[in-house]
């Protein structure tokens, strides 16, 4: 597509449960970042594809955090056993050459 | 390690005001440097770059100099619009053992008609 889709673009869940976050990155583009922003906080990096390498999986706060890509595809961002804290917007973007990135709109978590 | 480091916001200016958002940065090597914009109710956007010492980034009015000297990316505008308001991020790109980027916390500007 013409951008970076995230989905959904909203989620509320109850604490405890599992959510999957998406991001479709632009085709053709071989980086894929995750990010977090809490509220009135800057950008959290959480974890780096980069093509068909491993990813760095670096920022990643804690085991309840996993990330998945497949090739230069679709990621899935895995929360398992939300707490409140993982309240926040996660933020998805991909990049064809490392200068500049196209960032999706987010997917806002809210944990009740 | 590398980092960067941003003005505490939020900023408040009135309209056609000059705008001047901090940035400093630390850092081993060559990085390059970046301002992102996110808009209210949207994702962040590039805003500009600069890739080595003494380039100018510059886009919407905006612009700012990548000062090793200094070691600041300084952003700034000559004449604020209201559309302006916004979150700015200041960034740092490099490479070691991969590549990676670090975010400044982000300032927030809010311009008054």
């Known amino acids: 597509g013409a951008g970076v889709s995230q989905s959904p673009s909203n989620k509320v869940t109850e604490k405890g449960k599992d959510v999957e976050l998406r991001c479709d990155p632009i085709?053709?583009?071989?980086?894929l970042y995750w990010y977090r922003q809490r509220l009135g906080q800057g950008l959290e990096f959480l974890i780096y594809?980069?093509?068909?390498?491993?990813?760095?999986k670096s920022g990643l706060p804690s085991d309840r955090f996993s990330a998945e890509r497949t090739g230069e595809s679709v990621s899935t961002l895995t929360i398992q056993r939300t707490q409140q804290e993982d309240s926040a917007v996660y933020l998805c973007?991909?990049?064809?050459?490392?200068?500049?990135?196209?960032f999706g709109s987010g997917t806002r978590l809210t944990v009740v | 390690g590398n980092s960067v480091t941003q003005m505490e916001g939020p900023v408040t200016l009135s309209e056609e005001a000059f705008l001047t958002i901090n940035c400093t940065y630390t850092?081993?090597?060559?990085?390059?440097l970046f301002w992102y914009v996110q808009y209210p109710g949207e994702g962040l956007q590039l805003l500009l770059k600069?890739?080595?010492?003494?380039d100018k980034g510059s886009n919407k009015g905006f612009e700012a100099t990548y000062r090793k000297e200094t070691t600041s990316f300084h952003l700034e505008k000559g004449s604020v619009q209201v559309s302006d308001s916004a979150v700015y991020f200041c960034?740092?790109?490099?490479?070691?053992?991969?590549?990676?980027?670090?975010f400044g916390a982000g300032t927030r500007l809010f311009v008054k008609a």
């Open positions: 973007a991909s990049s064809l050459n490392n200068y500049g990135y196209t």
């Open positions: 085709s053709g583009h071989t980086a």
């Open positions: 594809f980069q093509g068909n390498s491993a990813p760095d």
């Open positions: 850092a081993t090597g060559y990085p390059s």
């Open positions: 600069a890739t080595k010492a003494d």
């Open positions: 960034a740092l790109f490099f490479y070691t053992g991969g590549f990676k980027t670090i």
